[in-house]
């Protein structure tokens, strides 16, 4: 088990616990900045090294999937949940989108094994956030308020998480591998430390959580849990067609295993704003970041061994 | 001296409603707005500070009888339902009373 | 209206004590309680947010007069001597008048 | 009881000015002084806690009527014209009115 | 003199000279996490290095120390500065408890000189932070209020402070040497960095000791003065008996002289308010802190030296 | 382009597009800090490995570019722009004091491109910090006022950066090369990462200025990209007279032709409170830095190579 989780746990245990353990928000915000542009200057000065001929095609078909994927999750809410037409849209656009921790530590996972991944996947990153969001929205309103999408589409793609992960990936992308060798030693090196904080503070948000899960009950849990695979094997499938390496498979995996807690949460909650916001964020906050992390990872990559022939 | 009495209206509502209400106070006619940081609990559970999206903001605002009543009216309707917010309003008096309307 | 006004009681303490505190508001009857950070000065000297074992909170509850009178004695006996605390109280109006006990 | 009912004053001004604005306070009588950071908007446009100096703090004192009135003149007549100042006054009740002056 | 400390007296300058140099208290949050993890990861991966076969007799050594000390300090604070019985104990239990960053100084100090030390020395960090605040207590009312013990102990047991260095030793010791190296650019080379920010902050944060130094008077000198070396040379008197290297004989020194002034003062403001806050963290914070910075922990180092035999 | 300028550019892009991209004010404090210490940190080693002869005439040569340049700016401001005499006294104090963030993007352009600079350039950025300020005062009062004079000079001289530009040159000194060597990782190898986040944060500020400059039209936008180049080369040939390296030389004609952007406004508020704060501070932040770091600094390296008889 990479360490880094263990810092999560730390977390949890504390918060759980009820300890004072608590990190201001000032610092969790330096940590997700530092973060995002960490993951977006390493895809682009990725993409300088070997920019890509086939990289539309492949564009095409992961905001596809982008797309299919609340359309996949909204019913089975509603079924498998039996909560309102917004809850439902609301966990659409929360699972169909992407957690950038998680990728994170995908990629942390990744380099301990010292298994390559193609360079276009943070920009894979960047297109999965908005599609889910933007149709868990429709799914809920049925198109209307037309009047406020201008708005809502403004304060998406200008979120925090977007600008920083492709201001990264162009400046990464710009500077090239040598241009951005000064900024290594802040950016890149200091990547699992910075992480490790952040999974800190992660433990000690998804304990906040916990009472909302035991009202809650079950269904949380158990869409928290069990939705994650099927998704990141369409995600592994997807991944495997549009010919990534094992490593690069395995991250498309995460991400679409993945569910969002800091966009789609945002978005949501101006946009849909019946929804309980709760609901979503404690099953993507207190159950799938947690299962993700401990044990989807390890599974998706399994997986992508398998697609590739290999035994993982 | 009448003149120089205003209401002082505080609102406390999630933080990510902040650039929203205020822009809003200034449609209803606020000649200004001062914004404060805070957590808190109430009918929608613990707000707390460490994580931004979960905390509180404390907006208040000087102004006129006739614009407090706008923007109560208007806040409650839009927000009320669905969002943590609260509102509560005391009488002041200001100093340079040509700045509030 | 006589039943939208309230009493809004404002306690500024030591840092360390906000979840002493708040947890004995709610047991006091308060249905909710707002809380920011400050610093300030006073009979036991400065207090600065420098350090966050000698900064201030600032706690604000809007309750009914008998809690706010329960809120008030409370804090006064149990506080007041060994710790650096204000309380005071203003009237208040508030909407949805439901919320606030 | 009348001997309880003080003034709250409560002043949102630049945030360089808080050092100097604090001492006097205390010259011109206060018993102590709480302060907090603050944004907002009023006559001279947006000022945001992005960047410490352009951002806000508010004071509040709570005093007796003298010393009230002689804040308010004193920053009325020496920041008015030039800084970014509100001062509200509203009536409070305190506990240990021996504390305030 | 290690440069580190050095930036205390920066701090301490500029806050003596009312210059306007401020530290956010959310930066200072930060720095004191780090250095509380990375002193328990550092002392976790060595455990793991090297299991100690004869570490129980130790523990139970260095908890003995730490119930003992307050029972000598507390008449001492009472005959020698005649404070009232709640003040006596108040410092019983800060003199009594331990100061995480002293020991970074110390280790810092060390590790400039290339002087190995024991692995479980942060164990002993953790052991002795509460049993003198425990004993304070007792102290100060005779074991009345005992409802509350169970809150208290709560509160003392799951302050930030032991949750991140245990936290940090556990997770140092299940991922081991090679587990850990990813995280060590953050955690181990940023360490002295980190250090020295901490302490200008410690500086600031002293010089707003100074004028309560100035209205108490010589007791809070002499005592802040005088204190730290025999509670030190007890610290080093253990240290050796139980068999522990120079370098770990210094570092218990260092820690049987420092005094707390993040632990102890928290649970004491509220198991004893009638104590004065003031008294004790001035003689904490203002006087043993610099004292042992820049004297004492030199002096430990002789006399560890002494006792081992060597010239110090 | 140095890649660390193109954060500023992200900022800026970032802050017009009306993203709600934002650094907490804590995080901003941490930068300037760690900015201010290594510049400091780093002049301090470089004086102690090769102390000076003949520094005092540069300091005296140094300080006289100082008192002299507001007597330029003040009525070139005055004729030019035909603000009032407050007004022109601030711009005269601003651009006649020095920008930290701009000479630490010419340091880091001289890194990039190997060229060494004199070691005594940091002391000469806190020389020339409070010179300008103190004219810029007397020039909007004509001496009144004087009985607030004790109070502004503390305030300036023990304004943040002065005291952490002259505490990390001591601190440096004092240790030197070996001493300072545990103090690298943070300070030193970091550099550029902090500079790069420190620049984001400008550009989110800047943004925030534009609506004044489209309210003050052609005015700020003449002065902030006129004025900088005849003060760059006025100090470049200080620099070339005073016998400094190219490197010296580029460094010096960055700081006469930059303009203060904290020192100079808090210190003006206070002292000519009848100045329009929001006149310099745009001309200073939001034309005359980016000027300065995208065009300015690379010209004035022409210009010192030009002095130094090479092609630059
Ligand atoms: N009775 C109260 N007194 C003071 N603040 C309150 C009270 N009730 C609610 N609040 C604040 O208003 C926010 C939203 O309230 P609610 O919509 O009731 O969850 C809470 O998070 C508190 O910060
Ligand atoms: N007269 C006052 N006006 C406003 N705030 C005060 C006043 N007196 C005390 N405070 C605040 O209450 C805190 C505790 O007061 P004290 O117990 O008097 O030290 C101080 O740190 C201030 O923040
Ligand atoms: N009508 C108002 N209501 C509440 N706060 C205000 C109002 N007007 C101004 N302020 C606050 O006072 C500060 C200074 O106001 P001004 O001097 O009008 O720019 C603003 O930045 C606001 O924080
Ligand atoms: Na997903
Ligand atoms: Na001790
Ligand atoms: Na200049």
């Not at chain 1, 949501?268 to 309980?276: D, G, L, S």
Request: proline letters at 5%.
């Amino acid at each position: 088990m990479d360490p880094v989780v263990w810092f999560f746990a730390l977390g949890l245990a504390a918060g759980l616990a009820k300890s004072d353990l608590r990190m201001p928000p000032a610092i969790y915000d330096l940590l997700s900045m530092v973060l995002l542009l960490t993951i977006g200057l390493k895809g682009g000065v990725e993409l300088a090294r070997a920019p890509l001929a086939g990289l539309i095609p492949q564009v095409i078909a992961v905001l596809a999937m982008g797309f299919v994927l609340p359309f996949l999750l909204f019913p089975a809410a509603r079924l498998f949940g039996r909560v309102s037409r917004a809850d439902a849209a609301s966990l659409a656009a929360h699972y169909g989108s992407v957690s950038v921790a998680t990728f994170a530590v995908g990629v942390a996972f990744l380099v301990d094994r010292n298994v390559a991944y193609d360079s276009q996947l943070p920009l894979f990153l960047v297109l999965l956030e908005v599609p889910a969001i933007v149709v868990g929205i429709l799914l809920a309103r049925r198109v209307a308020a037309a009047q406020r999408w201008g708005k809502l589409l403004h304060e998406i793609f200008l979120g925090k998480s977007i600008v920083l992960l492709v201001g990264g990936l162009l400046i990464g992308w710009l500077a090239g591998p040598d241009g951005i060798s000064s900024l290594e030693p802040f950016f890149f090196d200091l990547f699992k430390g910075v992480l490790a904080l952040f999974l800190l503070e992660m433990g000690l948000i998804a304990a906040t959580q916990a009472k909302a899960l035991r009202d809650n009950g079950v269904f949380l849990v158990l869409f928290g849990v069990l939705v994650p695979l099927p998704m990141a094997t369409i995600g592994a499938l997807v991944g495997w067609m549009i010919g990534l390496s094992p490593g690069g498979t395995t991250l498309l995996a995460v991400l679409a295993g993945s569910a969002s807690y800091i966009a789609a949460p945002a978005a949501i909650r101006v946009a849909v704003p019946e929804a309980n916001p709760t609901l979503s964020l404690t099953a993507s906050l207190g159950v799938t970041f947690p299962f993700n992390i401990f044990f989807g990872i390890p599974a998706y990559f399994k997986i992508a061994g398998l697609l590739h022939g290999g035994g993982g | 001296m009448p003149d120089d009495s205003r209401k002082l209206v505080t609102i406390v509502t999630e933080a990510a409603l902040e650039h929203e209400v205020c822009g809003e106070l200034e449609d209803l006619g606020a000649a200004g707005y001062t914004v404060s940081n805070a957590r808190g609990k109430g009918s929608r559970g613990v707000r707390d500070a460490g994580w931004s999206s979960s905390s509180n903001v404390r907006i208040e605002v000087i102004c006129g009888d006739d614009v407090a009543n706008r923007i109560e009216q208007h806040l409650r309707r839009k927000y009320y339902d669905h969002y943590a917010m609260i509102i509560f309003e005391s009488d002041v008096r200001v100093f340079r009373p040509d700045k509030f309307f």
